[in-house]
């Protein structure tokens, strides 16, 4: 076994059982590109302010170079032994460059190190899962063009409620996902700070550059304190935290298609290209996809709640608690990934909304009571009074297994002398959807608007 890379006051090595537990390789291997970059803005800082050479800088840099080639060509892969991402570059950088390598490591600890990794790759992320916001919102704006007078039941408590615009219904998960990739953007300006140079928790001895380094990195500032730059981890919960939210959006669309899909609702059909069969049963075709996404939204709260949890009792600064937070972030990173493409996909080209299914519905149920309440209170009857006279309407209607349209003009008048024959008109769902007409409410003229709204927003970007 290789001698431990850290200080000569150990004797003997790691128990190897220690080590394998120890050791955050086997995950933080992934950080290795942004442990490069920042080391190698380290070194720059480092010659640049005359605490190494520009010689011995110049080597480190091309050093750590080659350590990245190596790697894209699958030529580094470090064992247990290394430890850790960190040690695993410094140890193959003194094989690469000799004894200069060893000076990388001056005016700096693994405890800036790693938050500068962590956050150089989350802000990666971010832009990547924006632009993945970004492609969804076009998707729905797509699908929702066509189907502004497309009518689909709205349900509250999911009995059905008002009819409203597809158009709209999809509008809402566009908007859901602006607020989605608002709050991306405004914690990307969190993560965006540089603790590097912080050292372990107190600064350091060295005439270091700090702004320097910060703006090589491409970060807004450094730190101010050196104890909160090393022990934050705000920003990751800050995103975990928005990972949930991008989930709990994905996931409720994903359920409204299983219910839509069912035979019960049968609003839309799956296509084969997204729906997969049963094992038994040759007549199934099953919503896996949505049924994931689902799924897959609790792992994401769950690294948010551990993360919550690891902080809360860490007193400062750094504490071996705070390696947990990588497996969290790389595993919530690519569950949103994953479940916002494989959503982007299935609703492009994997559901086709059933238009006599949907107008079946609409045309077939109480959808447009509220809107004879409005008739009569428009024609001055007060609108408690026309709600509870029609109540005893649909009663009535329930009773003698009609609907309100198949009531007979001297039906209606017997209710109430206001009614006149115009009142058929008011209560056929496609003009029930195009009255509500108040901003941001379903009437088409609204939704055409907001359409409107929208693509001139994402055209924007
Ligand atoms: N692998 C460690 C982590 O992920 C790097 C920092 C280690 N620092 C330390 N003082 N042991 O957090």
């Known amino acids: 076994t290789q001698p431990q890379p850290w200080s000569q006051r150990f004797e003997s090595a790691l128990h190897p059982a220690i080590a394998r537990f120890n050791a955050s390789i ?36 091309q050093g750590l170079e080659q350590i990245r080639q190596e790697y894209r060509q699958g030529r580094f892969s470090p064992g247990i032994d290394a430890e850790d991402v960190h040690f695993a570059v410094e140890r193959r950088l003194t094989e690469l460059v000799g004894d200069v390598g060893k000076k990388l490591h001056t005016a700096r600890s693994r405890n800036d190190q790693v938050g500068t990794d962590i956050r150089l790759y989350l802000r990666a992320e971010i832009d990547q899962i924006q632009q993945q916001l970004r492609q969804w919102q076009r998707t729905l704006l797509e699908v929702a063009t066509p189907h502004v007078e497309t009518l689909i039941p709205g349900y509250t408590h999911l009995q059905r409620a008002q009819p409203l615009s597809l158009a709209h219904h999809l509008l809402a998960y566009v908007e859901m996902a602006e607020r989605d990739w608002q709050r991306l953007a405004q914690l990307r300006q969190r993560v965006n700070v ?73 609003f839309i059909q799956l296509t084969d290209t997204c729906a997969t069969g049963s094992s038994i049963m040759p007549q199934k075709k099953n919503p896996d996809v949505p049924e994931l996404v689902r799924g897959k939204t609790g792992r994401v709260f769950g690294h948010l709640q551990a993360l919550l949890v690891v902080m809360k009792g860490l007193p400062l600064a750094y504490n071996k608690d705070l390696q947990e937070d990588k497996e969290a972030i790389f595993d919530a990173v690519d569950t949103v990934t994953a479940c916002l493409e ?63 349209k198949d009531l007979t003009l001297q039906e209606w008048q017997a209710l ?32 055409r608007m907001a359409l409107e709204e929208a693509r001139r927003r994402l055209n924007d970007f």
Not at 27 to 41: C, H, K, N, P, V
Not at 361 to 385: C, H, I, M, Q, W
Request: hydrophobic letters at 45%; one cysteine or more.
């Open 342 to 404: 494989a959503m982007t996909i299935l609703m492009a080209q994997g559901i086709v909304f059933q238009p006599q299914r949907l107008a079946a519905a609409v045309n077939s149920d109480f959808a447009n009571a509220t809107d004879v309440a409005d008739y009569l209170a428009s024609k001055g009857v007060p609108f408690r009074e026309a709600y509870n006279l029609v109540g005893r309407v649909v009663k009535t209607c329930l009773e003698q297994g009609k609907f309100l």
């Open 194 to 266: 540089s603790p590097l140079g912080a050292g372990a928790l107190a600064g350091t001895t060295f005439p270091i550059d700090r702004h320097y380094s910060a703006q090589l990195l491409g970060f807004a500032e450094p730190y101010r304190n050196s104890l909160d730059a090393v022990s934050d981890r705000d920003f990751a919960i800050e995103f975990l935290c928005a990972a949930s939210l991008i989930m709990v959006h994905l996931s409720r669309l994903a359920e409204e298609v299983i219910l839509w899909a069912s035979e019960e609702f049968a």
């Open 416 to 447: 109430h002398p206001a009614f006149e024959n115009d009142i058929y008109e008011r209560i056929a769902p496609q003009q029930v959807v195009a009255a509500r007409n108040s901003y941001g409410g379903t009437g088409f003229a609204q939704v």
């Open 26 to 61: 086997g995950f933080d291997i992934r950080l290795i590109e942004y442990d490069l970059t920042g080391s190698q803005a380290h070194a720059k800082m480092l010659a640049k302010t005359g605490i190494i050479s520009p010689e011995e800088g110049e080597r480190l840099i």
